[in-house]
């Protein structure tokens, strides 16, 4: 299903020469209205006539979050206060956080965006959408919630927690999406199991939108299977807009990117050069069409790939792939780089263990050392020695496989890793740099 087809299907050269357009304008706006921007391109020497072609975009500066923190909190605004709606952050746990603001056509532009992606993954005006993401600050419970109901959606603003009581709503209120991370969603899952609910017989859900964190293809089969739905991941971040920035249609083979609001790239993160089509590498995204903040080459520290292929649901936008972690996520091990999501496509292949799982990074003396923490199933983890002796080789193996390092794998028992019902805390880093 489309939200705006005639954007949605535009032709390559057609779409491309939009961007450019769009860029020129922007670049022009920014100039104009931005001091942090101005003085940027005029170290560059960028004025709107650089821009004669898309691949003419590398020509302008990156932006960090650095950037953002270092202009706490409205330096990057290109709007008066008195124009501004809406204003989000991020927690702002590793520093200052990251400021972020709209005016009410930045807000119809994202309503737009969500219901965009809404409509690729099958909800229509006869869903009931239970949205278990927090509302605050992050941008993931209002972003959602008014793109959802854009299109017509009854929405149950059930905000994260309270997982019992998530189950009843569902149950009661007949929810057929559900809204929160993919994470939760096990939790939920696992949850409903002790309850004693059937997803087929008690619950009516039939669609699942996941975000806000990086999640393999077995979590999303263990999803499917666990609540009876499809599931469909999107992506977004504060600083460029929200959620809304990409998501997978019926097809669930990469997520579109509304290219005629953004502009993507994926680059080398070492060496700050354009990868190959279809090569993994650090994200980068430019707005088009934001009013308060605009933004370019945001450097999103995600890892993906994008697809410029035709995609068999008509849509001619290019495809990024799940990212398979983030650059400051990225674990360096013995000179290996280690992403948490290599070890859980490994771990959701093997039977006898959960999909709930911890990486522990420790340091002994100069080398860097990794145990991950497994929960085995309640009757093999009480079963005899030598079945669990068997299933830690079989993990091994695999794992050595597939990071080309050995990595120390302990069975813990069920329910012993702690549940989130936000984001799923994967990595202890126990390092002293």
């Not at 393999?216 to 499809?230: F, G, P, V």
């Not at 370019?296 to 697809?307: S, V």
Request: hydrophobic share 35%; proline share 4%; glycine share 8%.
């Amino acid at each position: 299903m489309f939200w705006e087809k005639d954007r949605e299907t535009m032709d390559r050269k057609e779409l491309e020469n939009l961007q450019v357009e769009l860029l020129r304008e922007n670049i022009e706006y920014a100039y104009n209205n931005v001091p942090f921007y101005r003085k940027r391109f005029d170290e560059y020497g960028i004025t709107k006539e650089s821009i004669r072609s898309i691949e003419d975009i590398r020509k302008l500066p990156f932006t960090t979050k650095n950037d953002f923190r270092d202009n706490y909190p409205f330096g990057l605004l290109a709007r008066p206060m008195k124009e501004i709606v809406r204003i989000h952050s991020s927690s702002g746990t590793t520093g200052k956080p990251t400021v972020v603001a709209y005016t009410k056509k930045d807000l119809k532009t994202w309503a737009d965006l969500v219901a965009r992606i809404a409509k690729a993954a099958g909800v229509t005006d006869e869903d009931v959408v239970q949205i278990a993401f927090g509302y605050g600050l992050f941008t993931g419970g209002f972003g959602l919630h008014y793109g959802l109901e854009n299109i017509g959606a009854a929405i149950i603003p059930a905000s994260s927690g309270n997982t019992k009581r998530q189950i009843m709503l569902m149950e009661d209120y007949g929810a057929t999406v559900l809204v929160c991370t993919p994470s939760y969603a096990l939790y939920i899952a696992e949850v409903a199991e002790k309850l004693g609910k059937d997803p087929k017989k008690d619950l009516k859900l039939r669609i699942g939108m996941f975000g806000a964190e990086p999640w393999s293809e077995q979590m999303r089969k263990k999803i499917e299977e666990s609540l009876d739905i499809k599931a469909y991941d999107n992506y977004g971040l504060s600083e460029i807009i929200g959620p809304g920035v990409a998501g997978e249609c019926e097809m669930q083979n990469g997520m579109h990117i509304s290219e005629d609001h953004f502009i993507a790239e994926v680059i080398n993160p070492e060496t700050e050069e354009p990868v190959k089509p279809g090569e993994y590498g650090e994200l980068v995204i430019t707005t088009l069409t934001k009013e308060a903040l605009p933004v370019f080459r945001y450097r999103t520290r995600d890892i993906t790939k994008l697809d410029y292929t035709p995609c068999s649901c008509g849509r001619t936008s290019v495809r990024m792939s799940k990212p398979i972690g983030r650059t400051d996520d990225m674990l360096i091990i013995r000179g290996v780089n280690v992403f948490p999501s290599q070890i859980e496509e490994v771990l959701f292949n093997i039977e006898g263990v959960s999909p709930h799982y911890q990486i522990v990074v420790d340091r002994k003396g100069a080398l860097d050392t990794v145990t991950v923490l497994v929960e085995a199933n309640a009757n093999l983890f009480f079963d005899e020695m030598k079945k669990q002796k068997q299933l830690l080789d079989k993990i091994n193996d695999e794992l050595k496989t597939t990071l080309g390092i050995d990595v120390d794998v302990k069975l813990v028992e069920p329910n012993s890793i702690e549940r989130s019902e936000g984001k799923a805390k994967r990595i202890i880093d126990k390092r002293k740099f």
